[in-house]
């Protein structure tokens, strides 16, 4: 059998790969690195100008017609070296400085107009922004701006502050990834709060679940005594990277513990494929599941350390051969009978999770702070074991989106 080259798949797969570059994280670390600023961008929608000449009496005061959004710690980039210049043409001392600089895609749109503040300039100097130039041959492209030095007055500042309509935060780690960077400021602490939350969760979880020896995670059933092991959790949880935090040097790779051909099958009836593919009502299910002996895997660390105690979880069909009922399952009636309904439960977690498979259109607003209780408490439960993956997958999932 020969190799087929198939050169214009090859040209379609290659033609943007530079531009995919452009757009990724690390584009932000371009040349001359970046400035944070205090941005006050044109807000379009509450300016009101002449529709024809676009023209306007006075950029401040009680007659502009100019309002601006506030963005806090904006980045801009190519930013050169300022040579102030003393112009007494019209027998007035007036220093100026001009300059431009880089704009990176998907941040926010200059306009003429803009006026910006830099963070770590010692002296007072609001900038206003003369020139913008885009790349017009790409939707989300590049920007330049050109600036010049607009005042340095006390007064000035405290006027355009008064004009300023809505007030944003830059989370500077999004830049160059598929989340807005630029947020609302009230949201920005939200989020920071959700993250601490995540982090705080990721480390309970750790504390009550994690086995170092075998590098996995194993529930303590107290009635059997027996720990479970649940196969496809894991695959979930790797597939996901739900177990490690942004940033942090603690970081755990779940590897393949067992050799079971049969295990897509296992995956495929699993409550978490049927969270991946967009949780269709009429698959939901309780989603049962039983047990095989850990041992039975030979080439798996149980077997090698010949701890029987260890029971592998197997997911199953709803009802399986001769209409048998299985004695255990991810959710039970009850909570089957809640997420088909409209009736919302009372429990936090149950709430996130009733709002999820129901396709809500969640944001950061419907993740309670207090998800994380149950965890800090240090409570060794079942439903903890199973439902904090699936949880941190919805937070993260919903941190992207929004």
Not at 44 to 73: A, C, H, M, W, Y
Request: aromatic share 14%; proline share 4%; with cysteine.
């Amino acid at each position: 059998m020969g190799f087929v080259f198939d050169e214009q798949t090859f040209l379609d797969q290659n033609l943007f790969k530079f531009e995919s570059r452009l757009k990724s994280s690390t584009s932000r670390f371009i040349a001359e690195g970046a400035v944070l600023t205090t941005y006050f961008n044109l807000a379009e929608n509450r300016t009101t100008v002449d529709r024809g000449l676009q023209t306007i009496d006075q950029l401040f005061g009680k007659n502009s017609p100019l309002r601006f959004n506030k963005v806090k710690n904006f980045p801009l980039y190519s930013f050169a070296q300022m040579n102030p210049a003393n112009d007494d043409s019209a027998q007035v001392e007036d220093i100026g400085a001009d300059g431009e600089c880089v704009l990176l895609p998907c941040t926010v749109v200059p306009h003429q107009n803009d006026f910006f503040i830099l963070n770590h300039l010692k002296m007072k100097a609001l900038f206003r922004v003369t020139e913008v130039q885009f790349d017009s041959m790409k939707v989300n492209g590049y920007y330049k701006i050109k600036y010049h030095l607009y005042s340095n007055s006390d007064e000035t500042i405290a006027q355009l502050e008064k004009q300023t309509v809505n007030t944003y935060n830059t989370d500077l780690n999004a830049i160059g990834t598929e989340v807005n960077p630029i947020i609302r400021e009230d949201d920005f602490v939200l989020r920071s709060k959700i993250r601490q939350l995540v982090v705080k969760m990721i480390e309970s979880y750790k504390a009550l679940f994690y086995n170092t020896r075998h590098n996995c995670f194993l529930y303590m059933d107290p009635q059997t005594r027996l720990r479970w092991f649940d196969v496809c959790g894991a695959e979930f949880i790797s597939k996901h990277n739900l177990m490690n935090s942004n940033n942090s040097s603690n970081v755990i790779i779940l590897d393949d513990k067992l050799r079971d051909e049969n295990f897509p099958l296992y995956y495929n009836n699993s409550v978490y494929n049927w969270i991946e593919v967009g949780c269709p009502p009429s698959l939901l299910s309780q989603f049962f599941f039983t047990f095989n002996h850990a041992c039975n895997y030979l080439v798996s660390s149980f077997a090698q350390w010949s701890e029987r105690d260890v029971r592998v979880i197997i997911p199953q069909k709803s009802i399986g051969e001769h209409n048998v009922v299985f004695d255990n399952s991810f959710f039970d009636k009850t909570q089957v009978n809640s997420y088909r309904g409209n009736l919302m439960p009372a429990s936090e977690i149950e709430k996130l999770l009733w709002k999820f498979f129901k396709g809500s259109s969640l944001t950061i607003k419907d993740i309670p702070l207090s998800l994380g209780d149950p965890l800090l408490l240090s409570i060794s439960h079942r439903d903890l074991f199973f439902y904090v993956p699936v949880l941190l997958y919805i937070i993260k999932l919903v941190l992207r989106m929004n």
